[in-house]
């Protein structure tokens, strides 16, 4: 019988009084794509990290190609082979994307980037080497992240949420690329929510709920509804029907805006118009870096237009272009930025004093001094109605996963009750059961007559929750388009700008 590439047994670690891994049994063979399952909070990172050396298991061996081994650090595990894209960016955001991968990478600048420029090319992961990384959006630094480990040549590569900013055509590229790496001896964990993906890409699928390892399957014998069944325990749930309503008043108008970012790396918008009602969700479509991030902190109030132009951005009956992210929310709008960590928290607080970030005027804050009791009953509501799963409000954010702290920020804005809700990527890296309850907490809220706006780059997403579609393609967006009128070819033909669009 051939050796395994990585065999594990009894891999256990706790945090405190959590129980992340508990007795993990795994084996992944030479030249297979292997999948691992669970919720948000199962415990799939945790195992990540023990595998590529950031954490040290409590108990437990790992073996890798017959023999024991602990790696230490990220740098050990390289040199046994062992390459890993995080789902949270591991990148200097003021350094180049050629300095960062030049710190793992060996090699003259111009020849990185001659490799970089190739690499980006061949696998549909295009990115510019000599831009900043705080100047590229979510997708184009997680084309960085996977070309870097693609450039350290691994026999096991690990790959924890790759497609959740990937346009689907680079996902079908991505999958080329892993396949080739398959054939070729390379082994690849791969975790994703995307249950489809799974079956299209992966021999084999282990699944964790609570830590543990609850089976090993082939997922091409099961659909997609088994495995997220196996994933939770239960049933999925299921969006209610559509609720028959009549839009209200404008909540939010873009009047034509044009606009050039500081950043000569940004995309710059052209004409951008766009109509949002209360009681309706409008969507936005587009392959990252056509301007989302731009658009995005235009309509939030990080960036802001001289006085004379603040009728360009008209928000809740006011002319809100001149005015910035508070005076914004003091109108009634709310905000889910796509980066979680330092921008939609800060990794180093407690969720109680994340909370208070946006939460502030919804009585935490009484005569300049913080209440904690409501402060901690606030917390404490949002991570029971929305299921994060976390030791308590005193949890620092960044020890959250990924999905769990984007339930609590969701959660949040969601509990300060705007009358517009801005959401970028709502779900980014949560698993299919938690996407679902945040899909109906958005429809809800449009019900209840809120206005809310999606920036997604997941089409059927947009084509389950919203009213009407958008498409941000080269800093222009599109006509509006009922959602019950097109086809999803639609929106995709100007994606990629094969249809003429104008001005809604």
Not at 284 to 298: C, H, K, P, T
Request: overall charge neutral; glycine content about 10%; aromatic content about 4%.
């Amino acid at each position: 019988m051939p050796v395994p590439l990585l065999s594990i047994r009894g891999l256990s670690k706790s945090y405190g009084a959590v129980h992340a891994n508990r007795g993990i049994d795994l084996t992944v063979e030479k030249g297979s794509i292997h999948a691992i399952l669970g919720e948000n909070g199962a415990g799939k990172s945790t195992l990540m990290k023990l595998i590529y050396g950031v954490e040290s298991p409590d108990a437990g061996q790992v073996s890798w190609q017959g023999k024991p081994v602990r790696p230490t650090s990220p740098a050990e595990a390289r040199k046994l082979g062992i390459g890993m894209v995080f789902q949270h960016f591991s990148l200097f955001e003021t350094l180049t994307v050629v300095e960062n991968i030049s710190l793992i990478v060996p090699g003259r600048t111009a020849a990185l980037v001659t490799r970089i420029r190739d690499l980006g090319r061949e696998y549909g992961l295009e990115v510019d080497p000599r831009a900043h990384v705080h100047s590229l959006s979510v997708g184009e630094r997680q084309r960085v992240e996977i070309i870097r480990c693609l450039m350290t040549d691994p026999d096991l590569l690990i790959l924890d949420e790759p497609t959740s900013v990937l346009p689907q055509q680079s996902v079908a590229r991505l999958f080329d690329t892993l396949r080739r790496l398959r054939d070729r001896g390379v082994s690849i964990l791969f975790i994703s929510h995307k249950l489809e993906e799974i079956r299209a890409i992966c021999d084999h699928a282990t699944i964790l709920r609570d830590g543990a390892v609850t089976g090993t399957v082939d997922p091409r014998d099961h659909d997609a509804t088994d495995l997220a069944t196996m994933m939770i325990g239960r049933d999925m749930p299921a969006l209610p029907p559509a609720t028959a309503h009549k839009p209200g008043k404008v909540a939010l108008e873009l009047a034509g805006l044009d606009h050039t970012p500081d950043d000569p790396f940004g995309q710059p918008l052209s004409k951008v118009a766009l109509r949002l009602h209360q009681g309706e969700v409008l969507g936005i479509a587009g392959v990252s870096g056509n301007g989302q991030a731009e658009l995005a902190r235009l309509i939030s109030g990080e960036v802001t237009l001289p006085d004379h132009r603040a009728a360009e951005v008209l928000m809740l009956g006011q002319a809100a272009g001149d005015l910035g992210a508070a005076a914004r929310r003091a109108l009634g709008f709310a905000f889910v930025p796509e980066e979680r960590l330092g921008r939609g928290a800060v990794p180093e607080m407690s969720l109680a004093d994340n909370t208070l970030l946006t939460a502030h005027r919804a009585g935490l804050v009484r005569r300049g001094m913080i209440d904690r009791a409501r402060e901690a009953q606030f917390t404490a509501t949002c991570i029971r109605d929305f299921d994060v799963r976390t030791p308590g409000p005193r949890t620092e954010a960044g020890a959250l996963s990924g999905g769990n702290l984007q339930k609590f920020i969701v959660g949040r804005e969601i509990m300060l009750a705007p009358r517009l809700l801005f959401v970028s990527q709502p779900t980014w890296g949560v698993d299919i059961g938690a996407a679902t309850a945040i899909r109906r907490r958005l429809v809800a809220m449009r019900d209840a007559g809120a206005a809310v706006l999606i920036i997604s780059e997941e089409i059927e997403e947009l084509f389950e929750i919203c009213d009407r579609v958008q498409v941000l393609n080269a800093g222009r967006l599109s006509p509006s388009m009922k959602v019950r009128d097109i086809r999803v070819e639609d929106v995709g033909r100007h994606m990629i700008g094969a249809a003429e669009g104008g001005a809604a």
